[in-house]
């Protein structure tokens, strides 16, 4: 049987050597194969990265053929165009970006500037294009509550937890702008629900999102007692009251209850005494109505317990430079500045730091100015306003002719001696009529004004005193008209110097009118340029650019000032732009 089979088996065996003989070559040719197919691959990804270098730099090539071509072919439009078109496309290109919202520019804002420039009475409007830098956030919404890690608020309480999908559903409606629609929806759960505080919040924000779109002050207000009730209610998580009032008090100061915002946010304090934050924003509610005193009470309570609270030193250095404490505003504000806390980071800081530091003859100043500028908040380091409207012309010093209000000028200049004979009699009979500069601009000396128009609206009991002057004046609307200026007789006595300083906005232009100007000793430097006053002879600047005054003559100086709308904005902009 051994021998039958061994001859089979021997077939068997070499029959298995010949199969893995063959399994070995099969092994080597696919590894053959793999390394031909990488090798292939690597050099066709070579060559499809030399291709699309090429193709780049081709492309690169015809863009920069296309933008000649472009520049050439626009070059030839625009010299084709015709005055008027030019006009026109110049109107277009001034237009400015719409203040998205409204209390970005919270009366705040408003009240800080007061302390050195004039203000606006109320916040911009949307429709007048302006835009100020910083873009303002309201007190409530600038961050301030953030300081520590942010963690997502706590808002249902145990009840609230069981009704989530329908709160969940009547949300979803209200972040996709259906607002009637979620606010339906609140007020069908606040009806099934009366103690669901969620709803109730729900229903609040609603309101307030159709106020907006409205412009509804009614519903706001609506807005404004529904986010009161939220916190009325039991079991309201903590998260959830402070998120409600915060609202509420900025809503009350959007529309101008800065005593009821006051008191929301004395609620907010009381109840949550260790939140430094809403302290911070407790002083700005006290910054609002005008209560320094309070205010820097507030911001001492906050450093003591915070000592680098960013926010509370450059608001606290800021009521300190209100003070007239100079050289001790200056740390808090260059500290606060440097801390980059939520909130500081606001052109009126840099402005105030700068302006102290130029007071005591330090040179840095111009360094936080051009920090403010490269941050945004300036036009320029020269011109330093805070209410503008982009696109404006900007040079210091304009001829009537660029102004294009050659006849205003002409009849100021023509009838010189009449107003200048008026002025006179005013400060010879009236002498109190002529009240001081009451901006803290002079650092010594005497100076005085009397004022027959303001913010566009007319002195009636000044311009008795002056008729023939206010009726001169009444046929140019460009000035009588500017809500942004004034029109008044401007004396300044010998030994006077006017600190260097910048007007709040853009939107006007300065005409200085020589009256009875001494041969020597008087100057006005704009920027970096310096004039002198001459008798009947107009001056025009821009004094939102830096500018400075001296009067070193033996005698007084009496000029006219008139203040006109900057000439290119629009008639919707002069309509439009709140006054100042």
């Known amino acids: 049987v051994k021998e039958a089979l061994k001859e089979p088996l021997k077939k068997l065996r070499e029959k298995q050597e010949s199969k893995k003989e063959e399994l070995k070559d099969e092994e080597s040719k696919k590894k053959a194969r793999k390394g031909k197919d990488a090798a292939d691959r690597k050099d066709k990804k070579a060559g499809d990265v030399d291709k699309l270098k090429k193709d780049s730099d081709k492309a690169k090539k015809d863009r920069g053929k296309e933008k000649g071509l472009d520049r050439n072919v626009k070059s030839k439009e625009t010299a084709k165009k015709s005055a008027s078109e030019k006009d026109i496309q110049a109107g277009k290109d001034k237009e400015t970006k719409k203040v998205t919202s409204r209390a970005k520019n919270s009366a705040y804002f408003m009240h800080v500037w007061e302390m050195w420039q004039s203000v606006p009475a109320q916040p911009p409007p949307p429709e007048s294009e302006e835009t100020i830098q910083p873009a303002e956030k309201s007190f409530v919404e600038s961050g301030k509550a953030f300081y520590k890690p942010w963690k997502k608020p706590k808002l249902l309480n145990k009840f609230d937890k069981t009704i989530k999908a329908e709160l969940d559903a009547a949300e979803k409606l209200r972040k996709k702008g259906k607002v009637e629609e979620a606010l339906r929806a609140f007020e069908a759960l606040v009806n099934q629900y009366?103690?669901?505080?969620r709803a109730r919040y729900g229903k609040a924000q609603s309101e307030d999102d159709l106020a907006e779109k409205?412009?509804?002050?009614e519903m706001l207000q609506k807005a404004i007692n529904t986010y009161d009730e939220v916190v009325s209610l039991p079991n309201v998580p903590s998260d959830l009251i402070k998120l409600s009032l915060k609202r509420e008090a900025d809503r009350q100061q959007f529309l101008g209850r800065m005593r009821g915002s006051l008191l929301t946010l004395q609620k907010l304090v009381q109840l949550f005494p260790s939140d430094t934050s809403l302290k911070n924003d407790l002083g700005v509610g006290y910054l609002l109505i005008g209560d320094n005193s309070n205010a820097k009470k507030v911001y001492e309570e906050v450093l003591s317990l915070a000592p680098d609270d960013g926010f509370a030193k450059v608001h606290y250095g800021f009521i300190?430079?209100?003070?007239?404490?100079?050289?001790?505003?200056?740390?808090y504000l260059k500290e606060g500045l440097e801390s980059g806390d939520p909130g500081?980071?606001?052109?009126?800081?840099?402005?105030?730091?700068?302006?102290?530091?130029?007071?005591?003859?330090?040179?840095?100043?111009?360094?936080?100015?051009e920090l403010g500028y490269?941050?945004?908040?300036?036009?320029?380091?020269?011109?330093?306003?805070?209410?503008?409207?982009?696109?404006?012309?900007?040079?210091?010093?304009?001829?009537?002719?660029?102004?294009?209000?050659?006849?205003?000028?002409?009849?100021?200049?023509?009838?010189?001696k009449l107003i200048r004979d008026e002025g006179l009699a005013v400060m010879d009979k009236k002498r109190s009529l002529f009240l001081p500069e009451d901006e803290n601009l002079r650092e010594k000396g005497d100076w005085s004004q009397f004022t027959l128009w303001q913010q566009g609206r007319k002195n009636e009991n000044a311009c008795k005193s002056v008729p023939k002057t206010c009726a001169l004046l009444e046929r140019f609307p460009e000035a009588t008209g500017c809500r942004r200026g004034q029109?008044?007789?401007?004396?300044?006595h010998p030994g006077t110097h006017v600190w260097p300083h910048t007007g709040p906005t853009n939107c006007r232009l300065r005409m200085h009118l020589g009256l009875v100007i001494p041969k020597e000793g008087c100057r006005i430097r704009c920027a970096q340029d310096n004039r002198t006053w001459e008798e009947g002879?107009?001056?025009?600047?821009?004094?939102?650019?830096?500018?400075?005054?001296?009067?070193?003559?033996?005698?007084?100086?009496?000029?006219?000032?008139?203040?006109?709308?900057h000439p290119e904005l629009t008639a919707q902009q002069r309509r439009t732009l709140p006054a100042i």
């Open 194 to 197: 009366p103690q669901s505080p």
């Open 537 to 565: 002879k107009v001056l025009i600047f821009d004094d939102s650019f830096e500018h400075e005054v001296w009067q070193d003559a033996e005698s007084s100086r009496l000029i006219f000032i008139v203040d006109v709308w």
């Open 487 to 492: 029109i008044k007789y401007s004396v300044m």
């Open 214 to 217: 409205m412009r509804s002050n």
């Open 344 to 369: 500081t980071d606001d052109g009126r800081f840099y402005f105030h730091l700068g302006d102290a530091l130029q007071r005591i003859g330090d040179k840095e100043a111009y360094k936080w100015y």
């Open 374 to 416: 490269q941050r945004g908040h300036f036009a320029s380091v020269w011109q330093r306003s805070l209410y503008n409207v982009k696109g404006l012309k900007a040079q210091p010093w304009w001829t009537a002719k660029e102004t294009g209000y050659t006849e205003l000028v002409k009849s100021l200049e023509k009838n010189w």
């Open 320 to 331: 300190l430079k209100a003070e007239n404490k100079i050289a001790e505003s200056i740390p």
